[in-house]
């Protein structure tokens, strides 16, 4: 079988989006299924030049011109391309890959599956996110929904989203991302050996926190949490990964809080370097505004860590509420704290809760998600 991934975004640039095509294309491929991506160039958050490099020739991938403003007639003009030898179109967001997805289906009538991902359904006007706040980019994601032979939803609360849009309920296939579970091994180094490695303070509690630094990950109600936790548990520090806009605010509100010195911002991290990051937290903490299937929840369930997240998108799904870790509603810095301290006051607590974590992330191996999807793949081909 040969399958088309078509993408608006992969890697260098790095986020969760990026990396689970990444995982599920060579998962694929260890299948026994013939995968090409197709994307665009485009700037945005880089892995180092050698990391890239090693990754993407793991895969086939097909890199288009890199143009100023993307639109979605160079992926379609892509697929028409590239594409005819292909059994399946996998396209990943609505817009634009989905829509150029559902407009080459009708020109080469074959089967297409569309992933959605979050931005592209999610809508949370507080803070401006979800693509479909402009209307004609919800006009043409509807479309897609409507028109994809199968779509991937990687969450219950995407599903319904996307059924709410107008997606036939018969269509939805709920397939949630995967974790490398060998790579992210809570037996592959111990904490004191890692924070060591690191440049950390072996006496000091670690919380971890991944994500770039936008709105709706929520990192200011972190931040106004952090004096809450240091009152009850002082000898703690917040390992900060990730970049984006909104980090000279957050780094400017912790000099406020006069916690600067509690407060490590590491930047983008190479994904090869990420398991020692996890392995050093004591505890991982999200605290987003709105999420889709956050891959980096289940990267640190897998390394045995025990999780505090806020009860948006999959979170629920994947933390077992007062077994792996504490879900919180969302904008709540006190819940937060509260949460946080309850874990890093009890040693015994946060082992159990981190062995749970890794036993529940084995559920997502990437090589079981990989089956899922190519009994998809099947099923279409087979009507």
Same mark, same amino acid.
């Given at each position: 079988?040969? &399958?088309?991934?078509?993408?608006s975004?992969?890697?260098?640039?790095?986020?969760?989006a *990026?990396?689970?095509?990444?995982?599920?294309?060579?998962?694929?491929?260890?299948?026994?299924?013939?995968? %090409?991506?197709?994307?665009?160039?485009?700037?945005?958050?880089?892995?180092?030049?050698?990391?890239?490099?090693?990754?993407?020739?793991?895969?086939k991938?097909?890199?288009?011109?890199?143009t100023?403003?993307?639109?979605?007639?160079?992926?379609?003009?892509?697929?028409?391309?590239?594409?005819?030898?292909?059994d +399946?179109i996998?396209?990943?967001?609505?817009?634009?890959?989905?829509?150029? /997805?559902?407009?080459?289906?009708?020109?080469?009538?074959?089967?297409? &599956?569309?992933?959605?991902?979050? =931005?592209?359904?999610?809508?949370? !006007?507080s803070? #401006?996110?979800?693509?479909?706040?402009?209307?004609?980019?919800?006009?043409?994601?509807?479309f897609?929904?409507?028109?994809a032979?199968? +779509?991937?939803?990687?969450?219950?609360?995407?599903? !319904?989203?996307?059924?709410?849009?107008?997606?036939?309920?018969?269509?939805?296939?709920?397939?949630?991302?995967?974790?490398d579970?060998e790579?992210?091994?809570?037996?592959?180094?111990?904490?004191?050996?890692?924070k060591?490695?690191l440049?950390?303070?072996?006496? !000091?509690?670690?919380?971890?926190?991944?994500?770039?630094?936008?709105p =709706?990950?929520?990192?200011?109600?972190?931040? %106004?949490?952090?004096?809450?936790?240091?009152?009850? &548990?002082?000898?703690?520090?917040?390992?900060?990964? #990730?970049?984006g806009?909104?980090?000279?605010?957050?780094?400017?509100?912790?000099k %406020?809080?006069?916690?600067?010195?509690?407060?490590?911002?590491?930047?983008?991290?190479?994904?090869?370097?990420?398991?020692?990051?996890?392995?050093?937290?004591?505890?991982f903490?999200?605290p987003?505004?709105?999420?889709?299937?956050?891959?980096?929840?289940l %990267?640190?369930?897998?390394? #045995?860590?025990?999780? =505090?997240a806020?009860?948006?998108?999959?979170?629920?799904?994947? &933390?077992?509420?007062?077994?792996?870790?504490? +879900?919180v509603?969302?904008?709540?810095?006190?819940?937060? /704290?509260? /949460?946080?301290?309850?874990?890093?006051?009890?040693?015994?607590?946060?082992?159990?809760? #981190?062995?749970?974590?890794? *036993?529940?992330a084995?559920?997502y191996?990437?090589?079981?998600? /990989? *089956?899922?999807?190519l009994?998809?793949?099947? !099923?279409?081909?087979?009507?």
């Amino acid at each position: 079988m040969k &399958v088309t991934m078509i993408t608006s975004t992969f890697l260098p640039n790095v986020g969760g989006a *990026e990396m689970c095509i990444f995982h599920l294309s060579r998962a694929l491929t260890d299948h026994g299924v013939d995968v %090409e991506i197709i994307t665009p160039r485009v700037r945005g958050h880089l892995l180092h030049s050698g990391d890239s490099s090693l990754f993407i020739k793991m895969l086939k991938v097909k890199y288009l011109p890199l143009t100023p403003k993307f639109s979605f007639c160079l992926l379609l003009f892509a697929l028409c391309k590239y594409a005819a030898k292909s059994d +399946v179109i996998h396209a990943h967001f609505l817009y634009p890959a989905g829509l150029a /997805a559902v407009l080459y289906k009708v020109l080469s009538r074959k089967p297409c &599956v569309v992933t959605a991902h979050g =931005v592209d359904i999610l809508i949370n !006007e507080s803070i #401006g996110y979800g693509m479909r706040l402009n209307k004609a980019y919800d006009l043409m994601i509807k479309f897609a929904l409507k028109s994809a032979d199968a +779509v991937i939803a990687p969450s219950r609360l995407v599903a !319904e989203e996307a059924i709410k849009a107008g997606a036939p309920a018969s269509k939805i296939h709920i397939i949630p991302n995967g974790v490398d579970i060998e790579k992210f091994s809570s037996d592959r180094v111990n904490a004191n050996t890692a924070k060591d490695m690191l440049g950390l303070n072996t006496t !000091e509690h670690v919380v971890l926190i991944v994500a770039n630094f936008r709105p =709706v990950k929520g990192y200011r109600f972190l931040v %106004e949490a952090i004096p809450l936790i240091l009152k009850d &548990v002082p000898k703690t520090v917040f390992l900060f990964i #990730g970049d984006g806009p909104e980090k000279p605010k957050i780094v400017r509100r912790i000099k %406020e809080l006069g916690v600067s010195d509690k407060a490590i911002f590491v930047g983008s991290v190479s994904p090869e370097l990420m398991p020692l990051y996890y392995a050093a937290a004591d505890i991982f903490v999200l605290p987003s505004i709105s999420e889709n299937f956050p891959l980096t929840v289940l %990267e640190a369930m897998s390394s #045995g860590k025990p999780i =505090v997240a806020t009860s948006t998108g999959a979170i629920p799904e994947l &933390v077992h509420e007062g077994v792996s870790g504490i +879900v919180v509603k969302p904008m709540d810095s006190a819940a937060l /704290a509260k /949460a946080i301290i309850k874990f890093l006051m009890d040693p015994s607590l946060r082992e159990n809760a #981190g062995r749970l974590s890794r *036993e529940i992330a084995k559920k997502y191996d990437w090589n079981v998600i /990989a *089956e899922k999807t190519l009994s998809l793949y099947n !099923e279409l081909l087979e009507k």
